[in-house]
């Protein structure tokens, strides 16, 4: 225990340090290269939910890719300057954010997939921040376990032999060397799973394929796009979007509605069939409460990893009293950037969009 808490410096750091420069250099080159190339070429013969399997082995790429850089980095800096190692401190504070943040992610892509395949799910009342660690949590106990502890023990052990040796989390010239040792260890176990983590992603969208009714090969598009809107119904029942296919109507302030959404083989976007029934309220009352509940389905499927780039929402609305009355939105996802936007939270922004007709009752 005590030399995995304080072990020594070895004497050729300096050789070291020119090994692991020109073998990461050499490894930074070939991975960006390979990557980019499976990410370009090798999910082409993927026919179902391609978008949340590319998110998946991207993150799985950046997270060789940022400890590759540092081990260009670090060394560079040890072998260029004396006394660096309170500079390479802060590289290595700054590749601890970015790999972690890599890390989290990879987990939580999984976490989506394997949530959209089974009887896991996000409650509706989550936010993004939530939403995020319980799709990570719902990889399950092990799973994160056996994944996320060793990178925490790995990239967190330099800090402890500082602390050790010199009570302070400047790292010192053993933590940088350990540092270096440790990360490139990692980087070789990495690698070694580059091509078999491609392969496991494939088994993982076939079996996603093999959950739904698939036609013949003559008729791969329609498939794709009954399997895709599937898959969109999948992950927002498991959002808590209970009111779809009429199981449980969703409460508005006067009344409530239910949604029918069929997955289509004939067309490539999501058409939600949206029914109220609401009480005499005001025009703008109505106005109000329906762009609410727009907004936040909305929000939903722009959060969706299905690959459906255009969805419809068509409200058939009954007041009490009065005439059946529609609103009717369509939308595509960059459409969607714009009103889902950091700093904007504004369910008016919905009726900005290019395709969206009201009722003249609810038009201002």
């Not at 590749?95 to 892509?109: P, Q, R, T, Y």
């Not at 010192?172 to 040792?181: D, G, P």
Request: net charge neutral.
């Amino acid at each position: 225990m005590e030399m995995i808490l304080n072990p020594p410096m070895p004497i050729a750091s300096d050789e070291f340090y020119k090994i692991i420069l020109s073998v990461s250099g050499v490894l930074f080159g070939i991975t960006f290269a390979a990557m980019l190339f499976i990410l370009q070429s090798g999910f082409n013969s993927f026919k179902y939910s391609r978008r949340m399997f590319l998110e998946l082995y991207l993150h799985f790429g950046r997270q060789l890719l940022y400890a590759l850089a540092y081990l260009t980095a670090a060394p560079l800096f040890m072998l260029s300057f004396s006394n660096a190692e309170h500079f390479v401190t802060w590289v290595y504070a700054l590749f601890l954010v970015f790999f972690m943040n890599a890390s989290l992610d990879h987990a939580k892509e999984e976490g989506y997939i394997i949530t959209i395949n089974s009887r896991k799910y996000v409650p509706r009342s989550y936010g993004r921040i939530r939403s995020y660690f319980r799709l990570i949590y719902n990889r399950g106990f092990l799973r994160n376990l056996l994944s996320l502890s060793p990178i925490l023990m790995l990239i967190f052990y330099p800090y402890f032999i500082s602390i050790i040796e010199g009570q302070t989390l400047y790292l010192s010239e053993v933590a940088v060397f350990y540092s270096c040792l440790a990360v490139f260890v990692y980087s070789l176990y990495k690698i070694t799973k580059f091509i078999p983590e491609f392969f496991t992603y494939t088994g993982m969208e076939l079996a996603s394929s093999n959950q739904t009714p698939r036609e013949e090969p003559s008729e791969e598009e329609k498939t794709k796009n009954f399997t895709e809107g599937v898959a969109l119904k999948e992950y927002l029942i498991k959002r808590g979007v209970k009111e779809i296919d009429h199981e449980t109507p969703y409460i508005l302030k006067d009344g409530k509605l239910t949604v029918s959404f069929v997955p289509s083989r004939d067309r490539a976007e999501a058409w939600f069939n949206i029914y109220v029934d609401i009480g005499r309220s005001s025009p703008d009352s109505i106005r109000k409460e329906i762009l609410t509940y727009a907004y936040k389905l909305a929000k939903f499927l722009h959060l969706s990893k299905a690959e459906i780039n255009v969805f419809v929402l068509s409200f058939h609305i009954d007041i009490k009293d009065d005439t059946s009355r529609n609103m009717f939105f369509r939308f595509d996802r960059a459409e969607l950037e714009a009103v889902f936007a950091i700093g904007k939270d504004d369910p008016e922004d919905m009726v900005k969009m290019k395709n969206v007709l009201f009722d003249d009752l609810f038009k201002q």
